[in-house]
């Protein structure tokens, strides 16, 4: 599907899954969001992931409630799924701005945030964590798998910026940028509550080279007393590991959609 975006200025395209029986019922469904990896599309998930397959064969078996499933491409103009630094392009104001009333009003969806979830791999996976710390009142499970989460510090992200030739047109706005997105400066500054508020699943495999940094996220929240599942499973950071993933976090969004 394709929307037009004020905020990047150009069209954007969404992959979308309905669930069985979407087309003859009435009734509104949970959502959904699945955010794909630096060098995919819309249309990883669809394609690599085999989304359609794993999620008809989990709403059948009983194992995930039916929802729907919004897969937005972060890999056009410019990749990844967060502002820049000069707020420039600003991809994730186009996220929560745009795309979810656009998709939440265009389909029967149920926009509360007890029916809203998002999870992610690598970069998507780092999507899916600093976007459910930036706005937990919207989700309510994130599931981050193989999330690409590096902590570096203050001056490793200064000196990244020099060694890309980025120009930093504000530079009192360094700081809060880093906070904002550092995955353990976001565990340090905001509000626990707030963080609680959401059912966090981490997983990883015990190959994969991003697996330091999801180890670290995982002792920050244990030290605060955050709430949440982190696995670590035999595999690497490929999409053999991403298929048995996903039917795992829709049995684990599912838990949170159903009434107790």
């Given amino acids: 599907m394709t929307m037009q975006s004020?905020?990047?200025?150009?069209?954007?395209?969404?992959?979308i899954y309905l669930p069985p029986g979407y087309e003859t019922s009435q009734r509104s469904y949970p959502v959904l969001y699945l955010l794909h990896g630096a060098g995919d599309d819309q249309t990883g998930w669809?394609?690599?992931?085999?989304v359609q397959?794993?999620?008809?064969?989990?709403?059948?078996?009983?194992?995930?409630?039916?929802?729907?499933?919004?897969?937005?491409d972060a890999n056009t103009a410019k990749r990844g799924y967060f502002n820049d630094i000069n707020n420039e392009w600003r991809y994730e104001d186009f996220f929560f701005e745009?795309?979810?009333?656009?998709?939440?009003?265009?389909?029967?969806?149920?926009?509360?945030?007890?029916?809203r979830a998002i999870a992610g791999l690598s970069m998507g996976?780092?999507?899916?964590?600093?976007?459910?710390?930036?706005?937990p009142d919207l989700f309510s499970s994130a599931c981050p798998?193989?999330?690409?989460?590096?902590?570096?510090?203050?001056?490793?992200?200064?000196?990244?910026l020099q060694t890309n030739k980025t120009e930093v047109k504000n530079t009192d706005a360094l700081q809060g940028y880093y906070d904002r997105h550092s995955a353990l400066r976001q565990i340090e500054l905001n509000e626990l509550g707030a963080m609680k508020s959401v059912k966090w699943y981490f997983d990883c495999g015990d190959d994969d080279f991003l697996y330091e940094g999801n180890?670290?996220?995982?002792?920050?929240m244990k030290k605060k007393e955050i709430p949440h599942e982190f696995r670590i499973r035999d595999g690497a950071h490929n999409w053999t590991y991403w298929r048995t993933s996903l039917p795992e976090v829709l049995s684990f969004v599912s838990d949170t959609f159903r009434q107790k």
């Fill in 6 to 15: 004020k905020i990047l200025n150009m069209e954007r395209k969404y992959a």
């Fill in 46 to 50: 669809v394609q690599f992931g085999e």
């Fill in 53 to 72: 397959h794993i999620a008809d064969k989990a709403i059948l078996e009983g194992k995930s409630t039916a929802m729907i499933i919004v897969m937005p």
């Fill in 98 to 115: 745009e795309l979810m009333p656009e998709v939440e009003k265009k389909y029967r969806i149920k926009s509360e945030k007890k029916y």
């Fill in 125 to 135: 996976g780092g999507g899916t964590f600093f976007y459910a710390m930036h706005r």
């Fill in 145 to 160: 798998l193989s999330a690409s989460l590096r902590n570096s510090t203050f001056e490793e992200f200064n000196q990244g």
């Fill in 215 to 220: 180890s670290m996220v995982h002792i920050a």
